[in-house]
């Protein structure tokens, strides 16, 4: 059962992963990365598989009129380092529509436009060298993979600066009841230390033999 995004806002990567783990669900995505640390994401999945080109070259990017705002882009390029499947036009257009950001089990281009508008990306690295004529959009909102992660339409993707974790929509209440009890007890741990911190004990001063 889906759960409300709001409830997720103020939960990070590392607080879900921990949530994950709790549940045996795996969800943390090994070696995609923010442009920017401070970039976040939180929305739904709109994922997009892509393939090696045929005999007849296909589209790269002209899905992206399908995806709604607050919805994150998923591509799926393999893992793929030598070819991008994202770059400024994709960056405009989703940005301009309210699409939550972008994530690619691959590379993106043409970052500077990215961290310029505030666009949250997260991929595997950046690399110039177009996609285009090397690989095609081969299937919409099916499964696909980040990593060893299979993300499905609908699932929730979190990304913050440690990284991406993607929460199997069947196991959303689950996940979101232990990371908010994982959260409250760290919150009160670091708050102890806070306070020990802040008024610490007073030293005793020595008394003569």
């Known amino acids: 059962m889906s759960t409300d995004l709001n409830a997720w806002g103020h939960l990070s990567s590392a607080t879900i992963s921990d949530a ?47 995806a709604l705002p607050g919805q994150v882009v998923v ?7 030598d070819a991008t499947v994202w770059g400024d036009i994709l960056t405009t257009v989703a940005h301009r529509r309210g699409v939550a950001g972008t994530v690619i089990h691959g590379v993106c281009r043409d970052s500077a436009l ?29 499964s696909v993979s980040l990593a060893d992660v299979r993300v499905e339409p609908g699932d929730l993707v979190v990304g913050d600066s440690d ?12 996940v979101l009841s232990a990371a908010l009890e994982i959260h409250e007890t760290e919150e009160q741990i670091l708050s102890a230390l806070s306070e020990r911190m802040t008024h610490p004990r007073a030293v005793q001063p020595a008394v003569p033999a």
């Open 75 to 81: 591509l799926d390029n393999g893992g793929r380092l």
């Open 20 to 66: 994950l783990d709790r549940g045996q669900v795996a969800g943390q995505c090994f070696g995609i990365k923010p442009l920017d640390p401070r970039f976040r994401l939180l929305g739904r999945a709109f994922t997009i598989r892509m393939a090696p080109v045929g005999t007849n070259k296909g589209t790269v990017g002209d899905y992206i009129e399908d």
């Open 163 to 174: 990284g991406i974790v993607v929460v199997p929509r069947s196991r959303e209440e689950i």
């Open 114 to 142: 990215s961290l310029k508008l505030g666009y949250p990306m997260f991929s595997r690295g950046v690399y110039m060298r177009t996609g285009r004529d090397r690989v095609q959009a081969e299937a919409f909102n099916e």
